[in-house]
C-alpha cells in the first residue's frame, strides 16, 4: 500500500470512527495506528472541533426538550472523542518516541566484558593450580578480557558441563551469552541467557543482568513479545536496570500497542 493509498484509507477509518460504524476490535487498532502516525490524530482533532460546532449549529435550531436532548448528548459524544484524542497526546509526548528509528537500534549495542562477565567466585593468579570451577572461570574470564574469544567459550562450556544446573554454571550460561551478543549471534546469545535465568536460583543481580540483554537479543531477534516478557522481568527485580528497563517497556508497548489508557489518564 502507497502512502497515499494509506492516507485514505486511515481517512476512511476516521470517518467511519465518528460515525460509531467500527467494532471494538476496529476501534483498538484505530487508536494504535493514530498513535504511531501524530498527522493523523491532528486531522481528527479538527474533524472534531469542525463535527463539534455544525451539531450545535444543528441543535440550536430545534424547538422543545428533544432537542435539548439531543443536543446534550451530541456534546457529551463529542466532549468523549476529544477526551481520546487528548489521552492519544499525551500518550505522545509521555513516550517521546522516534517511530523512524528501528527498535533494534536502541537497544544495548556491545556489552562491555569487562564490568558486565561474571568472575569467578573466587579470583585466583595465573600460576595457581587449574582445579575446580572456579579457576575455570578464572582462566575464561582473563582469556576473554584478552580477547582469546574461543578459549573463553571453551572454559565456560567446561564449567557448563561438569557442573550443571549449579549457580557456577548459570554465570557460564551467562558469559557465553554476552560474547554470543557482542558476535551478533542473537539466538545463541538468548538461549544462553535463558539457561542462565533458569538455574540461577536466589542470585537476584545475575538473574536482572541476564533478564535484561534476553530482552535485548529478542529485540534484535524481533521477538517483541518476548523481549517485552523478559523485560518486565528485569523491571519487577527492582535493581540496577530498572530505569532503562522501564523506558524499554515503554518503547515495547509503543511497538506492541500495549497502551493503557486508564493509566496515563492517571
Not at 62 to 70: L, Q, Y
Not at 93 to 100: H, T
Not at 231 to 255: N, S
Request: negative net charge; without cysteine.
Amino acid at each position: 500500500m502507497n502512502h497515499q493509498s494509506r492516507d485514505i484509507e486511515i481517512i476512511k477509518q476516521i470517518d467511519a470512527y465518528l460515525k460509531d460504524q467500527l467494532s471494538e476490535q476496529e476501534i483498538r487498532e484505530f487508536w494504535v495506528e493514530l498513535l504511531k502516525n501524530q498527522e493523523y490524530l491532528e486531522y481528527l482533532e479538527t474533524e472534531i472541533a469542525v463535527k463539534s460546532i455544525l451539531e450545535e449549529r444543528k441543535n440550536r435550531t430545534g424547538e422543545g426538550p428533544e432537542s435539548k436532548v439531543s443536543e446534550l448528548r451530541q456534546s457529551w459524544k463529542w466532549i468523549a472523542a476529544a477526551a481520546s484524542v487528548a489521552i492519544l497526546v499525551i500518550a505522545i509526548n509521555f513516550l517521546k518516541i522516534d517511530s523512524s528509528t528501528p527498535l533494534s537500534e536502541q537497544t544495548v549495542g556491545t556489552i562491555n566484558m569487562t564490568s558486565n562477565l561474571a568472575a569467578p567466585m573466587v579470583m585466583r593468579s595465573q600460576n595457581a593450580e587449574l582445579t575446580g570451577a572456579d579457576s575455570l572461570m578464572n582462566v575464561g574470564f582473563e582469556a576473554a578480557l584478552s580477547g582469546d574469544i574461543g578459549r573463553a567459550v571453551q572454559m565456560y562450556e567446561r564449567v557448563i558441563l561438569q557442573y550443571e544446573d549449579t549457580p557456577v554454571a548459570a554465570r557460564a550460561h551467562l558469559n557465553i551469552g554476552i560474547i554470543r551478543y557482542n558476535e551478533g549471534d542473537f539466538r545463541t546469545a538468548s538461549d544462553a541467557f535463558q539457561q542462565a535465568v533458569s538455574i540461577a536460583e536466589d542470585a537476584d543481580l545475575l538473574k536482572e543482568k541476564a533478564y535484561w540483554y534476553l530482552g535485548n537479543a529478542y529485540i534484535n531477534l524481533d521477538q517483541l513479545d518476548k523481549a517485552r516478557a523478559a523485560i518486565q522481568k528485569t523491571y519487577l527485580l527492582d535493581g540496577t536496570y530498572r530505569k532503562p528497563a522501564y523506558r524499554l517497556l515503554r518503547k515495547l508497548d509503543y511497538e506492541l500497542g500495549n497502551i493503557d489508557f486508564q493509566e496515563l489518564e492517571q
